[in-house]
C-alpha cells in the first residue's frame, strides 16, 4: 500500500509520482533521451540520427467553451508540451473516447477544427481511433500524443541549464486562468467591470498555447530551458524549471509582466494569478547573451516578455524578491483555479434557478 495520496483533482503531486510512477517505468533503453521526469514537459528518443519528441494529454473539449474553442484549445495544450523541447510539432495521434450524447454534427465542428489548427501548425494527423462509449464524459474525451522530430543540436534539454541563466517569462500570470474562467462565467465579470472588460478578458482565450513563444525562442538562439506554466501557474513553473535542471532559482515578482485585464479577472474571482494554471505561459531559461535578441524577437512577434531573474546553484533553493524582499518562495501544491471553477459552478447553477 503505498503512503502518497493522490489529490481529489489535479496532476498527481510529485511525491506520490516519485513513490509509484517514477520507479516503475518498463524496460530500460540506451534510446531514451528525456524520460518521465518533473518539470519536463515531453520525453525524447533517439532513432539513428534523429530525436523524436513527444508528449500526451487527455483530449480536453469542453462544451462551455463552444466547439471551436474546446477543439483549438484541446490541440495546443499537447503542441504545446512538444513545443518546448524547440522542435516543432509534426505528427498527431488521437484517441476519441466520445460520450453518447455526442452527435455527428458536434463531432463534424471538433475535428473540423482540429483539422484547420493542425494545417495552420504543420502537423499531421497519423493515426487515432473514433468511437462513443458508456462511461465517458466532458471534458476528457480520449487523449493524444504529438510528435516531433529534429536533430539532438535542436532539442533543448533543460538538464542542460547552467548557474548564471536568465529567466524569461511571456504573457504573465494566469492566461489560462483568464481565458476560461472568462468564457464560463463572464457574468460574474460583468458585474464587476462591465461586459467590455469581460470580451477583453476572453479574448485571453488564444493567447493559451506556447507554440509560437516556444518557436521564436528556439530560432533566435541561446535558450537552454522551456516549460509551460500549467498546474500552479508560474511559482509551480518555476519549481519545476528549477528541478527538471537540478538549479536553484532567482525571481523578481516585479519584474514579472502582467496583463491588466487578467489581473482584475483574478481579483472577480479571488485568485492569486502567481498560483493559477497558465497555459500560455513561457518560463525559459537563456544564455545571458542572448536576453536582449529573445526578447526584441518575441516583441516583434507582439508576444509581452520580461527578463526576471536567474539560475542559481542547487542548494540555493527557489526563491523570490518581492516587496517583502529577498525571501525562499513557497511551493503554492494546491492550483486555486480548480477550487474557485468547481466553485462557480455552483453559483452559476444556483443563479440559473432562481
Known sequence: MTAKKLPQLGKATPEFF???IFPRLGAPDDAVVVGPQHGVDFGAISIGDQIVVMSSDPFFIAPSLGWERAAWFALHIIASDVAVSGIPPRFLAVDLNLPPEMDEETLATVWQT???????????VVSGHTARYAGCSYPMVGGAVVFGVGSEKELVDP??????????????????????????????????????????????FYQMSVVRDAAICARTGGVTAMHDATECG??????????????GLVVDK?????????MRTCEVFDID?????????????????AVADILAALDAEGIPASDVGELLPAGE???VIDEDGRHPLDHPRIDPFW????????????????
Open 234 to 247: 508560474i511559482w509551480g513553473a518555476l519549481f519545476e524549471l528549477a528541478n527538471a535542471g537540478g538549479r
Open 273 to 289: 494569478p502567481y498560483k493559477a494554471i497558465s497555459e500560455g505561459t513561457l518560463v525559459a531559461a537563456v544564455r545571458p547573451s
Open 159 to 204: 538538464r542542460k541549464a547552467e548557474v548564471g541563466d536568465r529567466i524569461i517569462i511571456t504573457k504573465g500570470p494566469a492566461v489560462e486562468t483568464t481565458g476560461l474562467m472568462s468564457v464560463q462565467f463572464p457574468e460574474f465579470i460583468d458585474e464587476v467591470h462591465g461586459k467590455e472588460a469581460t470580451a477583453e478578458a476572453q479574448e485571453v
Open 339 to 354: 477550487i474557485r471553477f468547481e466553485e462557480y459552478l455552483e453559483k452559476q447553477a444556483v443563479r440559473a434557478t432562481a
Open 18 to 20: 516519485d513513490e509509484v
Open 114 to 124: 482540429v483539422h484547420d489548427e493542425s494545417l495552420r501548425l504543420g502537423i499531421a
Open 254 to 262: 516585479r519584474k514579472i509582466v502582467t496583463q491588466d485585464i487578467v
Open 317 to 319: 533553493g527557489v526563491q
